[in-house]
Every structure is written in C-alpha cells, then in structure tokens.
C-alpha cells in the first residue's frame, strides 16, 4: 500500500524534501493525465504536458463486453462511432423548386437504430462472433420528378417546330404536307420529358456479416465505413476503417419519360442486383479474411 506523505510537524527548511516525497508520489500513483512539475536549477517545469488527441468523425472504438464473473461475453462486443455528418441535399415534399433542391450540401447527423451518435446515451452496433462485420452508412433518399423544356405549355413540354417537305398519297392523289406554322403558339410536336432529382431522407449505419452489398436503387445509397473479424470468443482480430472526416453525396438527376405507362419499363431502370458480387469479388480489401 502506497503512504501518503505526512502534512504535520514540517519546518521551512523541509519543504524541498515534503515536495520532492510529494512529486515521488504523483509520479508513482499518477492521481490525472498530463505533465508534473519537476524541480531543476532554472525553476519548475512541467514534464510531458497533456498532449490533446484529436478523434474524426466517424471514429470508431470496439468494446468487449465482460460479465460479473469476469467472464468474456462472446456476444457482447460493441462497436460505438464517434458523431459525424453527411452532407447531401435537403429539400421536402411539394417542393416548388423547379429542379433544384431547397439546400445542396446540408449536415445530417446519422443514427444507430432511432438514436443520433450525438445522444447522451450512446448508441452502438452489436458485433458477431465468427464472423466479418461490414459497417455501412445507410443513405435513403427521397425525391420529386420536374418537367424540364421550354414551352410553358403544356407542363413545361419541350416544343419542336419542324419543317417538313413531304405528301401523301390518298385514293391516288398526291397531297402535300404543310410545314407547321411557327407562328401559332403550341402547335408541333410535343415532346414530353421529366427530371427526377433526389434529396436525402434519413441516414443511419449499419452492419451486416455478408459479403454481398446491399442493393442499391433509387431509395438507397450505401457507403462502406469499414469492418471488424470478430472471433468465436467476441475478440477483434483484423479490422480495417475507411472514414476520418465528414462524408460528401449528392445522387445525379435522372430524365425520364413522364408518359411512361404501366406496360413501359419503370423510369429508372433498376440497377443490377449484386447478390452474386462479394465484397472480396468487387475489390480485395487489404488484409481480409473471409470468416464464418
């Protein structure tokens, strides 16, 4: 058991000595982080000053989980992540923008589950054992569809004016075809063509044990934070993280036909399915092992 140094019964000319016994102590039990005063011929100094660690966005911390006993709980490994942004566009339902969203690059705070990581009570993934744990940001996106042309007619449908240099054939007379009369306003061929423009809905992170990628479509944009190779036992033994700082997104307009009808194909075309594309398959993650 460490003693502390005795307050009574001390002369001045004791003092350098109860503060030397003093800082001996200090340096032993070491009470707080950061720099003692030391004692050298110019003065008092103070060694090794608390340096300040800077942690990202984004920065993720595993925790073990350990029973009363002291016991490991193989399923009680924590991956908490430090608060952080993406920045995307905001807009909102009914949007009369005309194509372009109320805000371009806004911050949203992800959630785990329902919970901001800013929450006083922090939120966390829960691991697998045995497995690779992928962790991904999760962006849902909502959007609007805008008529995009000219012509204020018509919803906004673009108007061509051709001319045209032909004739018909009716019951063996020829007749000619008139060239559209640019002067009467809406009259041509009108082509009818959308804008659909996306702006983000929620963002949450997940995790997944799946070498297969979420689907990605119009609803979902999914990042690849990092991974954690957990053990049968809930002990980390390979990770690898991909995020320090603020994540930037914007997902590109789409034009579309606005006539499409339900025997057309849907505007957009989906994307392909990567059910069949394993992360190891898409690229080779330095240090991966496949596990499970």
Known sequence: MIK??????????????????????LKRVKPIAGGLLEITPNGF??????????????????????????GADASGTKLFIKTGYVFGPWDYNGSDSDRLNALNQFP?????GSTLLSAEDKPSLTLEPGYTNFILIKIEWASREDVIGKSSSGGGSFRIFPTLNAFITVDGTDHSVQSTDTSLYGNGVKVSIGEINYYIKNVTIVSQDSENMPREDGAFTYVLAGYYTIDNFGVPTDSRWFLEGPVFTHKHPRVVDVTTNASDRSEPPPPIDPSDLSLSNIHDIPGYVETG
Do not use: M
């Open 45 to 70: 100094k103070v060694k090794n000053p608390l340096q300040r660690i800077h942690r990202p966005q984004f920065n993720p911390t595993c925790v073990r989980s350990y029973d009363e006993a002291g």
């Open 108 to 112: 949203f705070e992800p959630k785990i």
């Open 4 to 25: 502390l140094p005795s307050a009574k019964g001390v002369p001045f000319k004791k003092i350098r000595e109860k503060f030397e016994e003093l800082f001996d102590y």
